[in-house]
T-cell receptor, first 115, second 114 residues
Framework: GAVVSQHPSRVICKSGTSVKIECRSLDFQATTMFWYRQFPKQSLMLMATSNEGSKATYEQGVEKDKFLINHASLTLSTLTVTSAHPEDSSFYIC???????????FGNGTRLTVT | AQKITQTQPGMFVQEKEAVTLDCTYDTSDPSYGLFWYKQPSSGEMIFLIYQGSYDQQNATEGRYSLNFQKARKSANLVISASQLGDSAMYFCAIRIQGAQKLVFGQGTRLTINP
């Protein structure tokens, strides 16, 4: 089946630094990828929709200047958490689908800890 | 706007028993899809089953089946012959036709006891 690879799986960074998370579709082309955030014991909340070759669409309340999304190719989207703070510590997970109406395939997620 | 409600924060079931996880949804759009995902402690989201709003029959995938009651706007997941490996968080989600994003419920933590 479709595989989505996310890297790194875990990252610890210091407050004020930036962290880049990669999301790759390994065996299909994804014109659209999605970035979710999940706080402990909570549900997945959509942060933004990443469109290949164009600007990402952010959900209400998500700071676009803080969470930079780049979707430069049909198989790669990146999320950069800029000037990270402890409150940005969370589980970030990306997803993509092969064609319209197919299920989303998720990466394994990135657990970010900001100290 | 679409909304998913999962009213069971936690469920405890004996191994080999069947279990039903509840999911109700709210949307005014006539065309939509309902999804169930499993999230083990490792964090990955595993797709389990899909039901389209116009599907005449309830979806089934191996031990998973979906009890779709459109008039009641419910889409309960039934797991038959539960196994220890079924212990995980389970999320119900909805996507309306033409929209891209999935909206998730709060999840149910299922624990299978030996």
């Amino acid at each position: 089946g479709a595989v989505v690879s996310q890297h790194p799986s875990r990252v610890i960074c210091k407050s004020g630094t930036s962290v880049k998370i990669e999301c790759r579709s390994l065996d299909f082309q994804a014109t659209t990828m999605f970035w979710y955030r999940q706080f402990p014991k909570q549900s997945l909340m959509l942060m933004a929709t990443s469109n290949e070759g164009s600007k990402a669409t952010y959900e209400q309340g998500v700071e676009k200047d803080k969470f930079l999304i780049n979707h430069a190719s049909l198989t790669l989207s990146t999320l950069t958490v800029t000037s990270a703070h402890p409150e940005d510590s969370s589980f970030y997970i990306c997803s993509a689908r092969t064609v319209n109406n197919s299920p989303l395939h998720f990466g394994n997620g990135t657990r970010l800890t900001v100290t | 706007a679409q909304k998913i409600t999962q009213t069971q924060p936690g469920m405890f079931v004996q191994e080999k028993e069947a279990v039903t996880l509840d999911c109700t949804y709210d949307t005014s759009d006539p065309s939509y899809g309902l999804f169930w995902y499993k999230q083990p402690s490792s964090g990955e989201m595993i797709f389990l089953i899909y039901q389209g709003s116009y599907d005449q029959q309830n979806a089934t995938e191996g031990r998973y089946s979906l009890n779709f009651q459109k008039a009641r706007k419910s889409a309960n997941l039934v797991i038959s012959a539960s196994q220890l490996g079924d212990s995980a968080m389970y999320f119900c989600a909805i996507r309306i036709q033409g929209a891209q994003k999935l909206v998730f419920g709060q999840g149910t933590r299922l624990t299978i006891n030996p």
